[in-house]
């Protein structure tokens, strides 16, 4: 069994009156990535502050690499990107990569920042105060990269960068997982982590509310559907069916919410054959996100 790199145990944070985080408990092993994902607010910046070390927990506590995170072996084990962060204006972004690297006792090899990050000649040439702003964020991840770290911890790595910027970054992000890394990153973007992590952890307010696979929670949470239109339009169908759950119309198509939509795409094609265009909804993680945030706001 590969070693647990974070493990958060029973956290909670107060700032004067808001409770950020309460009684938080999960860990994440070796290789993993993840995905921390939840509305504005719910908590998720406040956790990776603490398992980074620069906020201190009111209750609870966090190993990072085995360690107290604020232990300076752990720094040089880690790669961080946050949301907010200064860089050096007046460098070209080719000596501010040279710079970081120079900070780390095993960088990595300049021309795989490079290549990782997708960063072009005409870039690195550029000072960095002349950066758009979706550049920065890809000298951001550069630097995030140059110690060649075991652990990358992104916060909203994709704020503000385009499609095709943002591909490319889940490009250099996949390579590094495929290495072994440990990768945890919070999104906005729901279908990122859907896409990119094995593993997702849904927050709200303070609390930890859902913790699997993308597919688990899908399964487990989301509504699935079997729907069609009808020649005619003659309404709602009679079936019966022990997998049916409830059927309704919208427009002019008719949906069944089941568990088993095999069956249900069988039970259809025998009994009700004036049915056309079937299509299978497997749930989406949007509606998995709707009906836990709306849940846990009850
Ligand atoms: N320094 C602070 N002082 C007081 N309250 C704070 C402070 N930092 C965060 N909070 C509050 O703690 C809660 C959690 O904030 P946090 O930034 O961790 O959420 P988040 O999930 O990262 O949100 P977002 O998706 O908007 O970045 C919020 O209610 C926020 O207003």
Redesign the pocket.
Known sequence: MSSKIIEVNRLSKK??T?S?LDTVSFSIRQGEVVSLL??????????LSIILGLLTPTAGSVRLLGMDPRNQLVKQRIGVML?ETGLMDRLTVRELLKLFRSYYTKPLLLDDMIRITGLTTKELQNKVEYLSGGQKRRVNFALAVAGNPEVLILD?PTNGLDAISRASFWQGVTQLANQGKTIIF?T?YLHEADDIANRIIL?NK?RVIANGSSDEIKEKLSKQYVSFKINNDTGIPQLKHPAIIGIEQRYDRIYIETKDTDSIVSYITQHQTNTYDIQIDKGKMEDVFHTLVKEGSK
């Open positions: 700032y004067t808001v950020a939840g509305p504005n607010g719910a908590g998720k910046t406040t956790i949301q909203e919070t906005h927050f303070g």
